[in-house]
């Protein structure tokens, strides 16, 4: 009796070449505009302990609310605390803010929208139940609800924006995975008896990331405008560290005597938000296989 020996291989996915999106990237002028304002402000919070900047914490009972000058190039706050000393090191604590709590959002809602969309039955029941009861609630109502119950303080806050995103990245891993788990590379790797780990790993998550990753850019924008939020309502960055959302949180008391309190904080989260905004535009135009 003549064996017949056949050597199975798993069919690697087809990819895309790389320089295509490179290049659909750099040709797209506001998704560098957002690089350069996003490495601008990063490089900024980084570097203010060398910056020659006076003490963000250090107050000066005469220099009380001091309009713009060549001492105070932003002015002075209700205390007498530089503007810009505070803005440069509140961009630590927003930036963190941010991308920890997508960091958290990721970590948690990948793995569950992986698991969800490749085994279905009653996990994919019980994790899609509850998403979408999380759902169903407002973000930033949740974020408060969750920062009220942990306890006022910036790691706290980080906690309760990540927890709220998550039910944003189940949904669309699962809904991702359902529809490449049925691609032709898939099932061969099944057929050769790969484990379901292995296809997880090798076959799904890669082709899955793009949208993930789109969606944790502009992710980012939105925690760092709930950590402003948070911190205006006393619920994140506790003073005297200095954060965006606090420091518009004192400065809505002298609109009308300091209105420069209020407007360079605020302009710098438009800034920073619409930076993350135009980079994930970008990156979704140049990840999106449909676009030649």
Known sequence: MNAIVQTAVAPTPAKRAPNRAWRKFKANRGALAGIFIILFFTLA???AP??????????SWSAIRKAPSTAHWFGTDDIGRDVLSRMIWGARASLMAGIFSVAIAVAIGVPLGLISGYYGGWIDQIISRVTEAFLAMPFLITAIAL?????PSLTNAMIAIGLSA???????????????????????????????????IRYILPNVFAPILVQATLTIATAIIAEASLSFLGLGQQPPAP???????????????????AMWPGATIFLVVIGFNLLGDGLRDALDPREA
Not at 50 to 59: F, K, N, Q, S
Not at 147 to 151: K, M, S, V
Not at 179 to 197: F, P, Q
Request: glycine share 6%.
């Open 243 to 261: 954060s965006w959302g606090s420091m518009l949180n004192v400065a809505k008391n002298y609109l009308e005597q300091a209105p420069w309190m």
């Open 147 to 151: 920062a009220a119950f942990l306890g």
């Open 45 to 47: 919070a980084i570097l």
């Open 166 to 200: 998550t039910p944003v990245f189940v949904r669309l891993t699962r809904g991702q995975v359902l529809a490449v788990k049925t691609e032709d590379y898939v099932e061969g790797a099944r057929s050769i008896g790969l484990r379901h780990l292995s296809i997880i």
């Open 50 to 59: 060398i910056l020659p900047i006076p003490d963000p914490v250090a107050t």
